[in-house]
């Protein structure tokens, strides 16, 4: 019986497994469809506005200790760019462009805040 266990898919649970398995000292081999890994966690740039649009988990904040360890296990934090603050646009139920943006505030001020000023 070989050692060397294979993972099918490279996104962020296929990763996790395998370098939990690679910490415990099994080989692993990760086979991934795509020309990427991560999965559904990524960013693309939308070929009609020009605009990068981000996939996957919809909230990354410096608060996720797990995620960001494991981001830098597998040396990807570097390749984060992560906001000074939170600005969301998003369309409201009438499909107007509407913008969360939240001042530099101590939580939970800086959310209540930011709703205040919302034009939604």
């Not at 996104?11 to 559904?40: I, W």
């Not at 693309?44 to 360890?69: E, K, R």
Request: hydrophobic share 40%; proline share 3%; glycine share 12%.
């Amino acid at each position: 019986m070989s050692d060397e266990v294979l993972i099918i898919g490279g996104g962020f649970a296929g990763l996790a497994a395998g370098v939990a398995l690679a910490e415990a000292g099994r080989r692993v081999r990760v086979l991934e469809q795509k020309p990427y890994l991560g999965g559904r966690a990524r960013s693309f740039v939308d070929a009609t506005t020009g605009s990068i649009v981000d996939n996957g988990q919809h909230l990354l904040m410096g608060c996720y200790h797990a995620t960001l360890g494991f981001l830098k296990t597998i040396g990807t934090l570097d390749r984060i760019r992560f906001q000074p603050r939170l600005a969301v646009h998003f369309l409201d139920r009438d499909g107007r462009l509407t913008k969360l943006e939240c001042p530099d505030l101590a939580s939970p001020w800086h959310l209540f805040v930011g709703v205040l000023r919302s034009n939604s």
